[in-house]
């Protein structure tokens, strides 16, 4: 897989139906935003504007860019057992000269809960293929609180490597849907191996009983054929639903 759709593989993870124990309630841990960070509900859904634009030197440079509408819808399920949620991406309506790239984030995760937060299970492609994740990956912690940092492992090149993430800050976001205070997740990896190297970074802006509000990510990667790519992938909240409501207390 070309580096530019490899970086859009990392997307929304984890979330059970079961509340996590002392979460947002211990009087040590202060919430970087007030709300209800259960940002991934039963009948909740976003749609996006998205935009990728790449760039590839080989014997020669081109540059490629496009957009793309893309869209979530959250549902209860039960997944090995448990309760689960399962997040369904779509893509359509894609423009440029590598639709790929906006194509290869659509499919399905499945995410649980459980202290202390949101848990990738597993992810499906369009075409069935799932990939389990053992451990699973923590993609959120709850509360988030500022300069929180967590890691979790993926596989490139036949070689394990650790992707960090950190709570930098609150910004107020400007998109579509509207404007929101929103957290912000800045995360990395790098990773190489069989003559390949690459490096990828995303930023997620979060906002309290809405979820993901902006989204980029960016990747560079140097091919054992001498080949490098640079990559970059916007997502901007359009609008969103949400017939779940907050929680009883």
């Not at 749609?47 to 549902?75: H, M, N, V």
């Not at 988030?144 to 930098?168: I, P």
Request: aromatic residues 10%; proline residues 6%.
């Amino acid at each position: 897989m070309r580096a530019y759709l490899v970086c859009a593989l990392l997307l929304l993870s984890a979330a059970s139906l079961i509340p996590m124990s002392g979460c947002g309630s211990s009087d040590d841990i202060q919430a970087i935003l007030p709300g209800d960070f259960r940002i991934l509900a039963p009948g909740r859904s976003w749609t996006y504007d998205g935009t990728y634009w790449a760039r590839e030197i080989t014997r020669a440079t081109a540059e490629y860019s496009g957009s793309f509408i893309l869209t979530r819808a959250c549902t209860e399920v039960d997944y090995a057992g448990q309760p689960a949620l399962r997040v369904a991406t779509t893509v359509s309506d894609v423009t440029g000269d590598r639709p790929a790239m906006a194509q290869d984030l659509a499919g399905t995760d499945y995410f649980v809960l459980q202290s202390p937060g949101y848990y990738a299970q597993a992810h499906q492609t369009p075409g069935g293929s799932l990939e389990v994740y053992n451990p699973p990956r923590l993609w959120m912690p709850v509360p988030l609180t500022r300069g929180q940092t967590w890691t979790w492992v993926e596989n490139w090149f036949g070689t394990d490597t650790t992707a960090t993430c950190t709570v930098t800050g609150v910004e107020t976001e400007d998109v579509p849907a509207g404007t929101f205070d929103a957290a912000q997740l800045s995360a990395g990896a790098q990773a190489s191996g069989v003559g390949n190297w690459l490096q990828y970074t995303w930023v997620r802006a979060v906002a309290p009983d809405i979820g993901v509000v902006r989204e980029t990510k960016t990747s560079s990667q140097t091919l054992a054929t001498g080949e490098q790519i640079w990559a970059e992938i916007n997502l901007d909240l359009h609008n969103y639903s949400d017939t779940y409501g907050p929680p009883t207390p």
